[in-house]
């Protein structure tokens, strides 16, 4: 606000609702307070561990980044987070495409709709740990993981396509326009619902992309050849501290990158879309 | 009550063949269920002829049904009782057959698309080769030349509608639909579209209704403007536009248009006695 002064006697003029804010732009303010809020994180860590007040299994940070200076070690972990990475992509490309799948059945044949939408609910409920037992002896201990992880990414994405390409996905105006212009089906997908779709569909994305990277390590567990999840579990059962938080932290990294960039797309998609 | 008018005062263009209607609507009513048994009748015993190369506009109250009307004519709602027919088909296989053209309030155009393609729509739709010069030659008429490759959220509100004009105009239609295409424009705009659209309209001459509450924009488009009176929507009053053309604004000015538009008005009032 101004400040009032011997002039504020004639009519004051009428202060813009949103008068610009002096400093920088609203995009580096918002970068500037992401990283102090990681940077807090990190040093809150860190005094943790120093302090030692969370036991022997909380170590300091600077522990965890001096143990994978090592050569070998960093080895380990990284061969181990390729083997997750590989299982979560192919889980993610898994589970998008079993999810555009249904969802075009329930779109193409909607008394199937409910259906699906109740089967995907309930394959979603099961607790991964449940079926654990029934994957290892299915598709064995080496596709697992990749199954788990398709679970995780295909649910959410058939949220996503299914409302994307539903009829509360698009304005109804413009199905008038097209009902009345003569579109047919196929040319109403094609034209109207597909394009409009990607935002939601890309949304979907952007929650199912760390669900592969959290599903493919929790696959792991059951027992997989290789991977950040069985880093985990041994070093876990050897009481390897460093190590564990090593992988953890990998596993992390991994996620928030998965997250990272598919909001980037989602975000290209939607100025390209609106 | 429900009065008709099958036949054109002689002063209609002259250029029109007169013996069946383009559109035409007999007994037609429309009602709702609300749930628990309730209904409400959006229209009762409506019957409309609209002649080929005629230009009709309805007037009424909000909630009259008059958009009903135009949503079935345009295959988007079934009367409940009655038929609706357009060149003596089903409005639906006039959609289907892309003889169609519409513009709504909203003007719904792809938001992903530049304003060519969405011109060009109904030429996909329709599957077949988009005419370019045809596209190109609609945007120009519609003073759009220069903002081919702009995106909707680009424009004006007015230049949106101009373009969703020109999509309903761009296969040739046989019959024109136009739902309160300016409902959404200030005044100034709003009027400039109206002679831009009178001008258009001329050069055309498409079977058009045209749905809206402002009585000076029909006045000044329509050869014939139906008054609807609401709840159950009828037909009130029919009144012939006798105001030659090409109009121009000067029309407006005229004593004939203002006498016109205080008895279209005062029509809308549900209290006042009919004519």
């Known amino acids: 606000m101004s400040v009032p002064t011997a002039r504020a006697a004639t009519p004051a003029r009428p202060v813009p609702a949103r008068a610009p804010v002096p400093g920088p732009h609203p995009a580096v303010r918002s970068g500037v307070s992401t990283t102090a809020g990681v940077v807090v994180l990190l040093v809150a860590a860190e005094v943790l561990g120093r ?7 909380w170590p300091p940070l600077s522990d965890v980044v001096t143990y994978l200076g090592e050569p070998a070690r960093r080895e380990t972990v ?5 083997a997750t990475v590989a299982s979560a992509g192919r889980g993610l490309l898994a589970g998008v495409l079993a999810a555009a799948a249904a969802a075009a059945v329930g779109l193409l044949l909607p008394p199937l709709r409910p259906g699906l939408d109740r089967l995907a609910a309930i394959l979603h409920a099961v607790p991964v740990i449940a079926l654990a037992p029934l994957l290892i002896t299915t598709v064995g201990r080496e596709q697992t993981p990749t199954v788990v992880a398709g679970l995780g990414a295909g649910f959410v994405m058939f949220v996503a396509f299914s409302s994307g390409l539903g009829p509360a996905g698009r304005a109804s105006t413009h199905d008038d326009v097209f009902t009345a212009l003569g ?6 997908l094609l034209r109207l619902q597909l394009p409009g779709a990607v935002p939601t569909v890309l949304d979907g994305l952007t929650l199912a992309a760390p669900a592969a990277v959290l599903g493919a390590t929790i696959g792991e ?3 997989a050849p290789r991977g950040l999840g069985v880093l985990i579990v041994s070093a876990m059962q050897n009481f390897q501290t460093t190590l564990l938080w090593s992988a953890a932290g990998c596993a992390t990294l991994l996620s ?8 980037a797309a989602q975000r290209l998609a939607v100025r390209r879309v609106s | 009550m429900s009065r008709t008018t099958p036949a054109l005062a002689p002063d209609a263009p002259p250029i029109l063949e007169q013996t069946r209607g383009a559109i035409s609507l007999s007994g037609v009513g429309r009602s709702f269920a609300l749930g628990r048994g309730r209904t409400v009748t959006a229209l009762e015993e409506l019957d409309l002829e609209i002649a080929d190369g005629e230009f009709v506009a309805i007037v009424g109250p909000s909630g009259c049904g008059k958009s009903t009307v135009l949503r079935m004519v345009a295959g988007l709602d079934v009367p409940t009782t009655g038929t609706v027919a357009v060149e003596g ?12 053209g519409v513009a709504f309030q909203e003007h719904a155009l792809l938001p992903w698309a530049s304003v060519r393609a969405n011109v060009a729509l109904p030429f996909r739709l329709a599957g077949r080769p988009v005419d370019r010069a045809r596209v190109d030659g609609l945007l120009d008429l519609v003073g759009l ?10 424009l004006s509100g007015g230049m949106r509608q101009r373009a969703a004009i020109a999509r309903a105009l761009v296969l040739e239609p046989d019959v024109l639909l136009l739902d309160e295409p300016f409902g959404a424009l200030d005044a100034v705009t709003r009027r400039r579209m109206n002679k831009e659209l009178a001008r258009i309209w001329a050069e055309q001459r498409i079977t058009t209704l045209l749905v809206t509450h402002d009585v000076e924009e029909a006045l000044f488009l329509a050869d014939r403007v139906v008054v609807m009176s609401g709840r159950p929507g009828r037909v009130r009053h029919v009144h012939q536009v006798g105001l030659a053309r090409p109009r121009d604004s000067s ?3 005229s004593e004939e248009f203002h006498e016109a538009v205080d008895l279209l008005t005062g029509l809308l009032d549900a209290e006042s006695p009919a004519p």
């Open chain 1, 51 to 57: 302090t030692g007040v969370l036991g022997p299994s």
């Open chain 1, 78 to 82: 990284l061969r181990a987070a390729s």
């Open chain 1, 183 to 188: 579109a047919n089906r196929w040319r109403r």
């Open chain 1, 221 to 223: 567990w059951f027992g």
């Open chain 1, 256 to 263: 928030l990158a998965a997250y990272g960039l598919t909001t």
């Open chain 2, 89 to 100: 088909r089903s409005p639906r296989e006039l959609a289907r057959s892309h003889r169609l």
């Open chain 2, 145 to 154: 030349a220069g903002f081919e490759g702009a995106r909707p959220r680009q």
């Open chain 2, 251 to 253: 029309v407006t000015r």
